[in-house]
């Protein structure tokens, strides 16, 4: 069965520094994966989603990037990141069914 | 655009009892599927149930059910005999068939209490 790695818990970050959140996938290959973003309390918001390796779609025009340098291996980027990037940042995968199956979530703070 | 509207973003129910959360979506799609998603405090995103819009028959999972007219387009999640760890915001999802961008509604917050 699927496994999605997703870490950082938590991070606190300041205004203004990088970011990178990593993401790895075990029991699937070349899933469709995806970043989504939760604002407190409320629904998914989706930023990014890869078919492939180096396939990358924004759903969400932003300051932040995503890669995809191996097929079970998802990153979210930012060179700078701002107080409106705080929120938590679900990785997930796309089952052969359609089902999602996500990650654990990191709670990303920017002070 | 695919748009999925859960019109009731908070609601409570006595354990042991059964709670109805709504869920309606507009598609001009004839294919596609449906979930609804539990998050617990815990946040771990959880798939609940599964319904193809080709199938008439109702999906179940055990204490939970759905409600799909495919014709108003409604799927609704119907949870008997509530327990305490159905406590949890739970997610309206649609993805038209052959694509693999699921639109969410906006969830609801299910409390249950002792």
């Known amino acids: 069965s699927q496994t999605i790695h997703q870490w950082p818990a938590t991070l606190v970050q300041p205004v203004g520094s990088p970011l990178s959140l990593e993401c790895t996938v075990e029991?699937?290959?070349?899933?469709?994966l995806y970043w989504y973003r939760q604002a407190a309390g409320r629904g998914l918001q989706l930023l990014f989603y890869?078919?492939?390796?180096?396939?990358i779609s924004s759903e969400v025009p932003q300051n932040l990037s995503a890669s995809r340098p191996q097929d079970r291996q998802f990153i979210l980027s930012s060179k700078k990141l701002l107080l409106s990037d705080s929120g938590f940042y679900l990785c997930?995968?796309?089952?052969?069914?359609?089902?999602?199956?996500f990650g654990s979530g990191t709670q990303l703070s920017v002070l | 655009a695919q748009t999925v509207t859960q019109s009731q973003p908070e609601m409570s129910v006595q354990e042991a009892e059964t709670v109805t959360l709504s869920c309606t979506y507009d598609?001009?799609?004839?294919?596609?599927?449906l979930f609804w998603y539990k998050q617990p405090p815990s946040r771990q995103m959880i798939l609940v149930i599964r319904q193809e819009a080709y199938k008439q028959q109702n999906a179940t999972e055990n204490r939970f059910s759905v409600n799909f007219q495919k014709a108003a387009k409604s799927f609704s999640l119907k949870i008997s005999d509530s327990q305490l760890g159905d406590t949890a915001m739970y997610f309206c999802a649609f993805t038209p068939g052959g694509s693999y961008i699921p639109t969410f509604g906006r969830g609801t917050s299910l409390i249950v209490h002792p």
């Open positions: 997930a995968l796309t089952a052969p069914n359609e089902k999602l199956f």
């Open positions: 890869s078919v492939g390796i180096g396939q």
């Open positions: 029991g699937t290959s070349n899933p469709n």
């Open positions: 598609t001009s799609e004839n294919n596609y599927y």
